[in-house]
Protein backbone atom coordinates (compact mmCIF):
# COMPACT_ATOMS: atom_id res chain seq x y z
CA UNK A 1 0.00 0.00 0.00
CA UNK A 2 1.16 3.48 -0.70
CA UNK A 3 2.52 5.97 1.60
CA UNK A 4 -0.09 7.73 3.18
CA UNK A 5 1.74 10.68 4.97
CA UNK A 6 2.02 12.99 2.31
CA UNK A 7 -1.49 13.88 2.12
CA UNK A 8 -3.13 15.57 5.06
CA UNK A 9 -6.66 15.87 3.79
CA UNK A 10 -6.87 12.47 2.78
CA UNK A 11 -8.22 9.60 5.15
CA UNK A 12 -7.92 5.65 4.34
CA UNK A 13 -10.83 3.97 6.43
CA UNK A 14 -8.96 0.58 6.62
CA UNK A 15 -11.49 -1.19 8.97
CA UNK A 16 -11.58 -4.78 8.55
CA UNK A 17 -15.04 -5.17 7.02
CA UNK A 18 -14.04 -2.70 4.40
CA UNK A 19 -11.08 -4.73 3.50
CA UNK A 20 -12.82 -8.06 2.87
CA UNK A 21 -15.43 -6.77 0.98
CA UNK A 22 -13.17 -4.49 -1.43
CA UNK A 23 -10.77 -7.61 -1.79
CA UNK A 24 -14.02 -9.70 -3.26
CA UNK A 25 -14.89 -6.16 -5.37
CA UNK A 26 -11.43 -6.51 -6.80
CA UNK A 27 -11.65 -9.80 -8.07
CA UNK A 28 -11.80 -9.94 -11.47
CA UNK A 29 -14.35 -12.77 -11.50
CA UNK A 30 -16.71 -11.44 -9.28
CA UNK A 31 -20.24 -11.25 -10.87
CA UNK A 32 -22.23 -7.94 -11.26
CA UNK A 33 -24.81 -8.84 -9.00
CA UNK A 34 -22.35 -8.56 -6.31
CA UNK A 35 -20.67 -6.28 -7.72
CA UNK A 36 -23.49 -3.61 -7.20
CA UNK A 37 -23.70 -4.91 -3.60
CA UNK A 38 -20.46 -4.96 -2.46
CA UNK A 39 -19.94 -1.20 -4.01
CA UNK A 40 -23.52 -0.21 -2.21
CA UNK A 41 -22.01 -1.83 1.13
CA UNK A 42 -18.35 -0.34 1.14
CA UNK A 43 -20.55 3.12 0.51
CA UNK A 44 -22.73 3.03 3.58
CA UNK A 45 -19.75 1.87 5.82
CA UNK A 46 -17.95 4.38 4.27
CA UNK A 47 -20.12 7.47 4.93
CA UNK A 48 -19.72 6.86 8.71
CA UNK A 49 -16.41 8.60 8.30
CA UNK A 50 -17.58 10.82 5.68
CA UNK A 51 -19.79 12.30 7.93
CA UNK A 52 -18.25 12.67 10.72
CA UNK A 53 -17.65 16.70 10.65
CA UNK A 54 -21.29 17.03 9.73
CA UNK A 55 -22.48 20.00 11.80
CA UNK A 56 -25.39 19.32 14.79
CA UNK A 57 -27.66 21.30 16.72
CA UNK A 58 -29.02 20.15 20.08
CA UNK A 59 -32.36 19.78 19.89
CA UNK A 60 -35.54 18.61 22.95
CA UNK A 61 -36.66 14.89 22.37
CA UNK A 62 -39.56 13.34 24.36
CA UNK A 63 -39.16 9.53 24.85
CA UNK A 64 -42.08 7.51 26.14
CA UNK A 65 -39.97 7.99 29.54
CA UNK A 66 -38.73 11.22 29.88
CA UNK A 67 -37.65 14.43 27.95
CA UNK A 68 -34.11 14.63 26.96
CA UNK A 69 -31.90 16.19 24.96
CA UNK A 70 -31.16 14.83 21.29
CA UNK A 71 -29.39 16.24 18.12
CA UNK A 72 -30.10 16.74 14.77
CA UNK A 73 -28.48 17.60 11.65
CA UNK A 74 -27.67 21.26 11.00
CA UNK A 75 -28.30 21.76 7.57
CA UNK A 76 -29.70 19.10 4.72
CA UNK A 77 -26.55 17.27 3.20
CA UNK A 78 -26.45 17.10 -0.63
CA UNK A 79 -24.81 14.19 -2.30
CA UNK A 80 -23.27 14.54 -5.64
CA UNK A 81 -22.65 11.49 -7.57
CA UNK A 82 -20.22 11.43 -10.37
CA UNK A 83 -21.95 9.43 -13.09
CA UNK A 84 -21.91 6.72 -14.14
CA UNK A 85 -19.78 4.61 -11.42
CA UNK A 86 -20.65 7.21 -8.51
CA UNK A 87 -24.02 5.86 -8.75
CA UNK A 88 -23.13 2.55 -7.36
CA UNK A 89 -21.33 4.01 -4.66
CA UNK A 90 -24.39 6.88 -3.50
CA UNK A 91 -26.81 3.97 -3.00
CA UNK A 92 -24.83 3.05 -0.17
CA UNK A 93 -24.72 6.63 0.85
CA UNK A 94 -28.06 7.02 0.54
CA UNK A 95 -28.74 3.86 2.53
CA UNK A 96 -27.56 5.39 5.79
CA UNK A 97 -28.36 9.35 4.91
CA UNK A 98 -31.60 9.16 4.02
CA UNK A 99 -31.74 13.39 4.48
CA UNK A 100 -29.81 14.27 1.94
CA UNK A 101 -30.53 15.55 -1.42
CA UNK A 102 -28.83 14.39 -4.64
CA UNK A 103 -27.50 16.24 -7.33
CA UNK A 104 -25.96 14.62 -10.38
CA UNK A 105 -22.16 15.53 -12.81
CA UNK A 106 -22.09 13.60 -15.29
CA UNK A 107 -18.21 13.94 -16.92
CA UNK A 108 -16.91 11.19 -18.99
CA UNK A 109 -13.01 10.55 -19.53
CA UNK A 110 -12.44 11.37 -23.69
CA UNK A 111 -9.99 8.05 -24.16
CA UNK A 112 -7.44 9.98 -26.16
CA UNK A 113 -7.00 13.01 -24.32
CA UNK A 114 -7.91 11.40 -20.90
CA UNK A 115 -9.78 15.04 -20.30
CA UNK A 116 -13.00 14.95 -18.76
CA UNK A 117 -15.85 15.89 -21.12
CA UNK A 118 -18.83 17.20 -19.01
CA UNK A 119 -22.27 16.10 -20.30
CA UNK A 120 -24.85 16.75 -17.85
CA UNK A 121 -25.05 18.76 -14.44
CA UNK A 122 -28.28 18.76 -12.56
CA UNK A 123 -28.24 20.55 -8.87
CA UNK A 124 -30.59 21.56 -6.19
CA UNK A 125 -30.95 25.31 -6.55
CA UNK A 126 -29.30 25.80 -3.16
CA UNK A 127 -25.65 24.27 -3.12
CA UNK A 128 -24.08 26.66 -1.59
CA UNK A 129 -23.69 26.75 2.82
CA UNK A 130 -24.28 23.01 3.17
CA UNK A 131 -22.53 20.14 3.26
CA UNK A 132 -21.56 17.99 -0.25
CA UNK A 133 -20.43 14.93 -0.56
CA UNK A 134 -18.92 13.95 -3.90
CA UNK A 135 -18.95 10.01 -4.73
CA UNK A 136 -16.64 8.52 -7.50
CA UNK A 137 -15.45 5.08 -6.74
CA UNK A 138 -12.09 5.41 -8.95
CA UNK A 139 -9.71 8.50 -7.73
CA UNK A 140 -7.06 7.87 -10.83
CA UNK A 141 -5.86 11.23 -12.12
CA UNK A 142 -8.27 13.43 -10.83
CA UNK A 143 -9.43 15.17 -13.59
CA UNK A 144 -13.28 13.85 -13.25
CA UNK A 145 -13.01 14.70 -9.44
CA UNK A 146 -11.42 18.02 -9.42
CA UNK A 147 -13.45 18.98 -12.58
CA UNK A 148 -16.81 18.11 -10.26
CA UNK A 149 -15.90 20.07 -7.51
CA UNK A 150 -14.62 23.03 -9.44
CA UNK A 151 -18.79 22.86 -11.09
CA UNK A 152 -20.13 22.81 -7.17
CA UNK A 153 -17.61 25.92 -6.19
CA UNK A 154 -19.15 27.47 -9.44
CA UNK A 155 -22.31 26.94 -8.21
CA UNK A 156 -21.78 28.49 -4.65
CA UNK A 157 -20.03 25.81 -2.79
CA UNK A 158 -17.39 26.04 -0.23
CA UNK A 159 -14.74 23.99 -0.74
CA UNK A 160 -13.89 22.95 3.21
CA UNK A 161 -18.11 22.13 3.16
CA UNK A 162 -17.48 19.16 0.43
CA UNK A 163 -15.45 15.60 1.00
CA UNK A 164 -14.74 13.42 -1.81
CA UNK A 165 -15.40 9.52 -1.58
CA UNK A 166 -13.90 7.45 -3.66
CA UNK A 167 -13.30 3.26 -2.93
CA UNK A 168 -9.90 2.88 -4.59
CA UNK A 169 -7.95 6.03 -5.17
CA UNK A 170 -4.29 6.74 -7.04
CA UNK A 171 -1.10 8.90 -5.73
CA UNK A 172 -1.54 11.19 -9.03
CA UNK A 173 -5.63 11.67 -8.56
CA UNK A 174 -4.84 12.54 -4.21
CA UNK A 175 -2.54 14.76 -5.37
CA UNK A 176 -4.15 16.31 -8.13
CA UNK A 177 -7.48 17.05 -5.67
CA UNK A 178 -5.36 18.26 -2.72
CA UNK A 179 -3.13 20.85 -5.02
CA UNK A 180 -6.82 22.03 -6.60
CA UNK A 181 -8.38 22.01 -3.25
CA UNK A 182 -6.51 21.97 -0.41
CA UNK A 183 -9.38 22.01 1.72
CA UNK A 184 -11.32 18.98 0.33
CA UNK A 185 -11.40 16.40 2.66
CA UNK A 186 -10.67 12.75 0.77
CA UNK A 187 -12.04 9.54 2.30
CA UNK A 188 -11.34 6.42 0.72
CA UNK A 189 -11.04 2.80 1.30
CA UNK A 190 -7.77 2.24 -0.16
CA UNK A 191 -4.84 4.18 -2.00
CA UNK A 192 -3.30 2.19 -4.59
CA UNK A 193 0.79 2.23 -6.09
CA UNK A 194 -0.64 4.15 -9.39
CA UNK A 195 -2.19 4.10 -12.67
CA UNK A 196 -0.74 2.14 -16.24
CA UNK A 197 -0.60 3.90 -19.88
CA UNK A 198 -4.37 3.75 -19.87
CA UNK A 199 -4.85 5.90 -16.89
CA UNK A 200 -6.51 2.77 -15.33
CA UNK A 201 -5.29 2.23 -11.34
CA UNK A 202 -3.33 -0.45 -10.62
CA UNK A 203 -3.98 -3.10 -9.04
CA UNK A 204 -7.49 -1.31 -8.58
CA UNK A 205 -10.54 -3.09 -9.94
CA UNK A 206 -11.21 -2.35 -13.95
CA UNK A 207 -13.72 -0.24 -15.43
CA UNK A 208 -15.95 0.54 -11.84
CA UNK A 209 -18.93 2.14 -14.38
CA UNK A 210 -18.61 -1.34 -16.78
CA UNK A 211 -18.48 -3.85 -13.67
CA UNK A 212 -21.46 -2.36 -11.84
CA UNK A 213 -23.79 -2.35 -14.97
CA UNK A 214 -22.51 -5.25 -16.72
CA UNK A 215 -21.33 -3.11 -19.96
CA UNK A 216 -17.78 -4.96 -20.14
CA UNK A 217 -16.92 -6.04 -23.55
CA UNK A 218 -16.02 -10.01 -23.94
CA UNK A 219 -13.40 -10.53 -26.27
N1 LIG B 1 -12.04 4.59 -13.84
C1 LIG B 1 -12.28 3.27 -13.60
O1 LIG B 1 -13.42 2.82 -13.68
N2 LIG B 1 -11.25 2.49 -13.26
C2 LIG B 1 -9.98 2.94 -13.16
O2 LIG B 1 -9.09 2.17 -12.82
C3 LIG B 1 -9.75 4.31 -13.41
C4 LIG B 1 -10.79 5.11 -13.76
Redesign the pocket.
Known amino acids: MADTSAYPSLIVVDHPLIRHKLTLLRRHDTPTSMFRMLMKEIGALLTLEATRTLPVEVVGVKTPVCGTQGWQLSEKPLVVPILR ?1 GLGLADGVLSVLSEADVGHIGVY ?1 DEETLHPVEYLVRLPPNVGGRPILVVD ?2 L ?2 GCSGVHAIDVLIRHGARPESIVFMSL ?1 S ?1 PDGIAAMSLAFPSVRIVTAALDEG ?1 NAQ ?4 P ?8 LYGTLEIT
Open positions: ARPMATVALAYIVGLGDAGDR
